[in-house]
């Protein structure tokens, strides 16, 4: 089926109440730093829970990179809700510590005081630890102390079933899902460069973050603390944020589930000379990394995009995929936005479901060698020139303006965005294009553009800038103190996490290596 198919099915009084059926959810990532605005070398607070079962508060690389969960929810409204309430009670309980609004990192020392997240000593929780030890080894610390936003996203079964009978498939419903998620994700991948542009909002970095790595970047008009170049909209997906050479000659095909499958299979299976320099153990037997392949885990390989199924605790996710299939696709390419407490805000959310849902419905031919040439480009291009109002980029085999191709992209969804306002009884879809649409005609207002701007006007550095608004943000949370029902639930929470990690060391009763035996032969 077509776009205009599904237009067209979704404008049936019947099938629009479908548009309601989006469920998402938040993973917002944010570095702890002192007042000062350096990086905080303090364990995990105690009171934020283990950091291991914490439903909603967890870390990601080091102890100092918090992550915080919502509950999937069809409600927007819902999961901002959840969120305010997850950083209200974390700032009630830092003491000499704020949250990192900006997606690259605040000013950094050395590489060895970045603390590792600690999980414990069960075996998932030492797994977890020496997982990113091996990122350190491999990467370099720094590089994760990068944070972003991840979006989850999917579409009810009812969804599914309506497109099912509409189109006549005589397909089992989750392999329509898997066809329909990852013709979304290659969509996506084409399209994912309009995110940078409008989203992207870390045109500069600090000059410690870039300490002994190579790059490109020039003093940000003549402060040497920070570094930019002049149309950048997104850095922390360039070469210096979340990106592997090594994994450069990975070409992982999304064109079905044995394919995606079979691609990330070998790359877990694949021995690297480099990595097996590093050793899998120290002189004195302590673990340096999980394995020396390529990837150490599934989670290893850095994409924008991830076909997604919720796992049990120990089970590999690519094995949940091929078992139980397709769940949810989780975006990965979203910077923190400064100017937002939430580090996303409602308009953003409205755009993120209409493209997804347009990825989803339009076309989607299957991933060719040139056209993963072109994405590659078109990233580039995107996170590097992004602003300038010149740049090409490549589709079909021709250049073509990002600007104009980007009006092609928006007025094509228009129409979604109009049933997906008719659905809710509301205007924040055609609303929220609106404000996409006008970050595309003037560059001056997307949010890369407007960092540089408070930068310039206030004479900042890129870590000036980022405290400030840190603390902005630090001050409106504190000045009201989270009514008790909040701190009772949150406590209870921390405490039980707690109890939960606790029992999970004292029930293990294999050894680590027979644990890790058996979580690479599943």
Same mark, same amino acid.
């Given at each position: 089926?077509?776009?205009?198919?599904?237009?067209?099915?979704?404008?049936?009084?019947?099938?629009?109440?479908?548009?309601?059926?989006?469920?998402?959810?938040?993973?917002?990532?944010?570095l702890r730093v002192t007042d000062a605005g350096d990086l905080a070398t303090s364990a995990h607070p105690t009171k934020l829970g283990s950091g291991l079962t914490h439903p909603s508060i967890t870390m990601d690389f080091s102890e100092a990179l918090l992550e915080f969960i919502t509950e999937p929810?069809?409600?927007?409204?819902?999961?901002?809700?959840?969120?305010?309430?997850?950083?209200?009670?974390?700032?009630?309980?830092?003491?000499?510590?704020?949250?990192?609004?900006?997606?690259?990192?605040?000013?950094?020392?050395?590489?060895?005081?970045?603390?590792?997240?600690?999980?414990?000593?069960?075996?998932?929780?030492?797994?977890?630890?020496?997982?990113?030890?091996?990122?350190?080894?491999?990467?370099?610390?720094?590089?994760?102390?990068?944070?972003?936003?991840?979006?989850?996203?999917?579409?009810?079964?009812?969804?599914?079933?309506?497109?099912?009978?509409?189109?006549?498939?005589?397909?089992?419903?989750?392999?329509?899902?898997?066809?329909?998620?990852?013709?979304?994700?290659?969509?996506?991948?084409?399209?994912?460069?309009?995110?940078?542009?409008?989203?992207?909002?870390?045109?500069?970095?600090?000059?410690?973050?870039?300490?002994?790595?190579?790059?490109?970047?020039?003093?940000?008009?003549?402060?040497?603390?920070?570094?930019?170049?002049?149309?950048a909209t997104s850095l922390r997906m360039g070469d210096l944020g979340y990106q592997s050479h090594a994994q450069s000659s990975l070409t992982i095909n999304y064109n079905d589930m044995t394919s995606y499958a079979s691609a990330l299979r070998q790359a877990l299976d694949q021995?690297?000379?480099?990595?097996?320099?590093?050793?899998?153990?120290?002189?004195?037997?302590?673990?340096?990394?999980?394995?020396?392949?390529?990837?150490?885990?599934?989670?290893?390989?850095?994409?924008?995009?991830?076909?997604?199924?919720?796992?049990?605790?120990?089970?590999? $996710? *690519?094995?949940? +995929?091929?078992? !139980?299939?397709? @769940?949810?696709?989780?975006?990965?390419?979203?910077? #923190?936005?400064?100017? &937002?407490?939430?580090?996303?805000?409602?308009?953003?959310?409205?755009?993120?479901?209409?493209?997804?849902?347009?990825?989803?419905?339009?076309?989607?031919?299957?991933?060719?060698?040139?056209?993963?040439?072109?994405?590659?480009?078109?990233?580039?291009?995107?996170?590097?020139?992004?602003?300038?109002?010149?740049?090409?980029?490549?589709?079909?085999?021709?250049?073509?303006?990002?600007?104009?191709?980007?009006?092609?992209?928006?007025?094509?969804?228009? $129409? *979604?965005?109009? +049933?997906?306002? !008719?659905?809710? @009884?509301?205007?924040?879809?055609?609303?929220?294009? #609106?404000?996409?649409? &006008?970050?595309?005609?003037?560059?001056?207002?997307?949010?890369?553009?407007?960092?540089?701007?408070?930068?310039?006007?206030?004479?900042?550095?890129?870590?000036?800038?980022?405290?400030?608004?840190?603390?902005?943000?630090?001050?409106?949370?504190?000045?009201?103190?989270?009514?008790?029902?909040?701190?009772?639930?949150?406590?209870?929470?921390?405490?039980?996490?707690?109890?939960?990690?606790?029992?999970?060391?004292?029930?293990?009763?294999?050894?680590?290596?027979?644990?890790?035996?058996?979580?690479?032969?599943?």
């Open positions: 089926m077509s776009l205009n198919d599904h237009l067209k099915r979704l404008t049936n009084p019947e099938a629009t109440p479908l548009l309601l059926d989006i469920t998402r959810g938040l993973e917002k990532e944010s929810s069809e409600c927007i409204s819902a999961i901002f809700c959840e969120l305010d309430d997850i950083q209200r009670y974390a700032y009630h309980t830092l003491k000499g510590e704020i949250l990192w609004v900006n997606s690259m990192p605040c000013r950094l020392s050395r590489e060895e005081d970045i603390p590792l997240a600690n999980f414990g000593h069960s075996n998932i929780g030492q797994m977890k630890h020496i997982y990113r030890k091996g990122l350190g080894y491999r990467y370099g610390r720094s590089m994760q102390t990068i944070a972003g936003v991840h979006y989850n996203f999917s579409v009810s079964d009812a969804f599914w079933q309506d497109i099912q009978q509409s189109s006549s498939v005589l397909l089992p419903l989750q392999e329509i899902k898997n066809q329909g998620y990852f013709g979304l994700i290659r969509n996506f991948r084409r399209q994912a460069w309009l995110l940078h542009y409008l989203l992207g909002a870390t045109p500069a970095v600090c000059s410690s973050f870039t300490a002994g790595k190579e790059h490109d970047l020039i003093p940000f008009e003549g402060d040497t603390e920070s570094l930019y170049t002049p149309f021995p690297f000379a480099p990595y097996k320099a590093i050793g899998i153990k120290d002189r004195h037997n302590h673990y340096r990394q999980l394995n020396t392949h390529l990837l150490q885990i599934e989670n290893e390989f850095y994409s924008s995009i991830r076909p997604k199924r919720t796992t049990v605790s120990g089970e590999p $996710p *690519l094995h949940a +995929l091929q078992e !139980r299939g397709i @769940q949810y696709i989780e975006v990965r390419c979203l910077d #923190l936005n400064p100017f &937002s407490a939430h580090g996303i805000d409602a308009t953003t959310v409205c755009f993120l479901d209409t493209f997804l849902l347009f990825c989803l419905l339009s076309d989607s031919a299957p991933s060719d060698v040139e056209q993963e040439r072109a994405i590659l480009y078109n990233h580039r291009m995107s996170i590097y020139q992004g602003r300038d109002p010149n740049v090409l980029l490549r589709r079909n085999g021709a250049d073509v303006s990002l600007r104009r191709w980007g009006q092609h992209i928006l007025t094509a969804m228009k $129409p *979604l965005a109009e +049933l997906l306002d !008719r659905a809710h @009884q509301c205007e924040n879809y055609t609303s929220a294009l #609106l404000t996409m649409e &006008s970050r595309l005609l003037d560059s001056q207002r997307t949010l890369s553009a407007r960092v540089l701007e408070e930068m310039r006007t206030r004479g900042e550095s890129y870590s000036a800038f980022g405290l400030r608004m840190s603390q902005q943000h630090a001050k409106h949370y504190r000045e009201q103190r989270p009514a008790d029902a909040l701190l009772n639930k949150y406590r209870y929470l921390a405490e039980q996490s707690l109890r939960e990690q606790k029992e999970i060391e004292t029930s293990d009763q294999m050894s680590f290596e027979h644990y890790l035996h058996n979580y690479y032969t599943q």
